[in-house]
């Protein structure tokens, strides 16, 4: 088992009340903080998943991510703030 | 192993393991807080420190032109960490006051400079029985 293996299993054990806050919260501002949680820890989970299977073409996807992840939440945050 | 790989490896250790133990920290601190500014405080430490530990260390792992994809990553989390946890404090607050300048407006000239929002406007009321 390598250091990258670990790191994976430690990610996804930070990822756990990122989920639990966006599924479990009452307030939609406090879902969306965990979905902000779980979408950084899930870029990193990638990451680390990539360096573990030696493919560095899978480094693209994080990148993406978090790419998405900001205009997406940007979004929705707006949304939150006006509608819901 | 000679005595640099072995630096190498033992750093690659401390930096992958310091990540994940600040993501594991402010993700599990995020869920224990009373209120969404602390817990954004929290998401701070997994959304910017942790990422960029761990860019650093697969740059100490592989140090190639591969690298920069990782450090690119980190770079536009950390970046879009900042703007992110302003708009959601932002939708905090006018969510709670009713508006961005809510609190501000009762002290005399507190709030220049702060854009107002512009409330929608309400529908117009449904027609009655009788209108065509």
Request: aromatic share 6%.
């Given at each position: 088992?390598?250091?990258?293996?670990?790191?994976?299993?430690?990610?996804?054990?930070?990822?756990?009340?990122?989920?639990?806050?966006?599924?479990?919260a009452?307030?939609?501002v406090?879902?969306?903080?965990?979905?902000?949680?779980?979408?950084?820890v899930?870029?990193?989970?990638?990451?680390?998943?990539?360096?573990?299977?030696?493919?560095?073409?899978?480094?693209?996807l994080?990148?993406?991510?978090?790419?998405?992840?900001?205009?997406?939440t940007?979004?929705?945050?707006?949304?939150?703030?006006?509608?819901? | 192993?000679?005595?640099?790989?072995?630096?190498?490896?033992?750093?690659?250790?401390?930096?992958v393991?310091?990540?994940?133990?600040?993501?594991?920290?402010?993700?599990?601190?995020?869920?224990?807080?009373r209120?969404?500014?602390?817990?954004?405080?929290?998401?701070?430490?997994?959304s910017?420190?942790?990422p960029?530990?761990?860019?650093l260390?697969?740059?100490?792992?592989?140090?190639?032109?591969?690298?920069?994809k990782?450090?690119?990553?980190?770079?536009?989390?950390?970046?879009?960490?900042?703007?992110?946890?302003?708009?959601?404090?932002?939708?905090?607050?006018?969510?709670?006051?009713?508006?961005?300048?809510?609190?501000l407006?009762?002290?005399?000239?507190?709030?220049?400079?702060?854009?107002?929002?512009?409330?929608?406007?309400?529908?117009?009321?449904?027609p009655?029985?009788?209108?065509?």
């Amino acid at each position: 088992m390598s250091t990258w293996d670990v790191a994976a299993g430690a990610l996804l054990l930070a990822l756990l009340p990122c989920l639990l806050l966006a599924w479990a919260a009452r307030d939609p501002v406090t879902r969306l903080i965990g979905v902000e949680g779980a979408s950084a820890v899930a870029t990193m989970l990638l990451m680390a998943l990539a360096q573990d299977w030696d493919r560095a073409s899978y480094l693209d996807l994080p990148f993406v991510l978090a790419l998405l992840t900001y205009g997406g939440t940007l979004v929705y945050t707006r949304f939150v703030e006006r509608w819901l | 192993m000679s005595s640099l790989a072995l630096a190498q490896h033992v750093l690659v250790d401390v930096l992958v393991g310091s990540s994940c133990a600040l993501a594991v920290i402010g993700t599990w601190a995020m869920l224990a807080m009373r209120d969404d500014y602390q817990r954004l405080h929290y998401l701070a430490l997994a959304s910017m420190v942790a990422p960029a530990l761990l860019a650093l260390a697969l740059l100490v792992a592989h140090p190639s032109t591969q690298a920069i994809k990782p450090l690119a990553t980190a770079l536009l989390l950390g970046a879009a960490s900042t703007v992110l946890t302003h708009a959601t404090a932002r939708a905090c607050r006018v969510r709670a006051v009713g508006s961005w300048s809510g609190i501000l407006a009762r002290v005399p000239g507190a709030d220049r400079g702060v854009p107002r929002l512009p409330v929608p406007a309400s529908p117009p009321p449904p027609p009655g029985p009788g209108v065509p």
